[in-house]
């Protein structure tokens, strides 16, 4: 069968980015720590977020128009898509050795955020830049030079898989 673009943009990915093993160690292990705190952290990235994007809340109805931090904290609608974003990037983690799976789970979120939610996909690009800058502050001490390598590698996989999903959203709208 004819391949998409989107699906050629992940073979070219595959090629020059794959994550060696050591480097889904570094990733896992680091992971884990995070996961462990899974809500702590994953609002305090989404609050980085929306402070640093302030466009970025436009999508969410019920916190769009909010400034304050602290009020953001207690937004039930920010604390559940956080919960969700964490929860998606846990099985991507825990499947880095099944890229079946990597790609199914990520293009699924890609599918809704291009065709419900209506999200530019510029902004998984941000967020995951605030996602690697928040867990290298939390853990200074696992976030090595090596470790750094590795977690740009997801960043980038987490975008390229998403954005391939839009790709083919645009191309194939009704499936
Ligand atoms: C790695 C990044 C992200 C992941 C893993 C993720 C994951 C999810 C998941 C699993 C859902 C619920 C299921 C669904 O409706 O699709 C969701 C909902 C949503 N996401 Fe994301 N998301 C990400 C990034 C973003 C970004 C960057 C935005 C906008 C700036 C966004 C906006 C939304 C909105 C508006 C909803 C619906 C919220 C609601 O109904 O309360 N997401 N996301």
């Keep these: 069968m004819e391949k998409v673009q989107g699906e050629m943009e992940i073979e070219?990915?595959?090629?020059s980015e794959e994550i060696s093993d050591a480097e889904k160690k570094v990733i896992q292990e680091i992971w884990s720590r995070v996961y462990a705190n899974c809500e702590d952290v994953g609002v305090s990235i989404l609050i980085r977020f929306f402070v640093n994007f302030p466009s970025a809340k436009q999508y969410f109805s019920?916190?769009?128009?909010?400034?304050?931090?602290?009020?953001?904290?207690?937004?039930?609608?920010?604390?559940?898509?956080?919960?969700r974003v964490m929860g998606a990037i846990?099985?991507?983690v825990e499947n880095l050795n099944d890229s079946e799976k990597v790609s199914s789970v990520l293009a699924l979120v890609g599918k809704?955020?291009?065709l419900k939610h209506k999200v530019e996909p510029i902004y998984f690009k941000k967020l995951t830049g605030?996602?690697?800058?928040?867990?290298?502050?939390?853990?200074?001490?696992?976030?090595?030079?090596?470790?750094?390598?590795?977690?740009?590698?997801?960043k980038t996989l987490i975008y390229t898989h998403v954005t391939a999903a839009y790709k083919e959203s645009q191309r194939d709208p009704q499936t």
């Design 90 to 92: 846990n099985t991507v």
């Design 12 to 15: 070219r990915w595959e090629r």
């Design 62 to 83: 019920q916190f769009k128009h909010m400034e304050d931090p602290l009020e953001m904290e207690r937004s039930l609608q920010l604390r559940k898509h956080a919960r």
């Design 112 to 114: 809704a955020h291009a």
């Design 130 to 154: 605030v996602m690697l800058e928040v867990i290298a502050e939390e853990y200074p001490n696992d976030f090595t030079p090596e470790a750094h390598g590795a977690w740009t590698k997801m």
